[in-house]
């Protein structure tokens, strides 16, 4: 009943694990499997080994959760052989993989797609972290940048390739049309949203970066609006991602537009399982309306 297709896949589902979550290595990605995702997405992954930001990197506040790890990873290499111990169990598992990568430039990141590539079924190009300078957002607040990191991923691969945006923008219709003009196969929106908070008898900014990315239940409207204004002007499937926490919440964002979503925060809040939750909570509203997955894609433009 949630067998979906994206760009020629087949997914059990359509409710993935969002990169940054779980994702650091395969038996955690086999963990969110076993919960019952349709696909997982890895950590964003660069060229070379990186320690990321100074503790603290992450603090829960109303709302959800502040991080700024500063994209902490063992580099391509040594990631991909995490990977290969658990790409046959997985696709086995009939779970999708989603490769999550990062880099300085376009030569970057095509280098670590074409490394990807082969263990993979998507690559997601992380061109939205809102604190690693140089990186993340920094491509993804412009056009230009955008543009020629996704033609450049797009000539070095052949899987499909899916842009992850940033709401951190005057425009985010600007952005997208530069992705989808250098030919992304989809959109994942959003990632995180830019925020800070101070610990008052300290006098200093909590986390070490001093600033992060907001996650969790506060971002969902924002989530939702960006998805509806991607539907409204593109026909590329869109991934919806940002407060995802029960089916209702995955509805929300399939009737603004999205295909499929993301869950990162939620798997602290509702366990390893919240995929198979989320899945169940669909179905029971898919039965309760005599309403197809399909049919209630963009539903709430008509
Ligand atoms: C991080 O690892 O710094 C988070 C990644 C992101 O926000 O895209």
Known sequence: MLKINLCGIEFRNPVFLASGIMGETGSALKRIAKGGAGAVTTKSIGLNPNPGHRNPTIVEVY???????????????????????VRDELNRMDIRIIGSIYGKDEEEFAEVAKKMEEYVDIIELNISCPHAKGYGA???????????VCKAVKKAVKVP??????????DIIEIAQAV???GVDGLVAINTVRGMAIDIKAKKPILANKFGGLSGRAIKPIGIKVVWDLYENFDVPIIGVGGIMSGEDAI????????????????????????????????NFLKEENLTLKEIVGIAHE
């Open 63 to 85: 709302g959800g959760f502040l991080n700024a790890m500063g994209l902490p990873n063992p580099g391509i290499d040594e990631y991909l052989e995490e990977i290969k111990g």
């Open 252 to 283: 929300e964002y399939m009737m603004a537009g999205a295909s499929a979503v993301q869950i990162g925060s939620g798997v602290y809040y509702r366990g390893y399982d919240i995929f198979k939750k989320v899945c169940d909570e669909i179905i």
């Open 180 to 182: 989808v003009d250098a």
């Open 161 to 170: 390739v899916f842009a992850k945006l940033t709401p951190n923008v005057t």
């Open 138 to 148: 920094t491509i993804g607040q412009n056009p230009d940048l955008s543009y020629s």
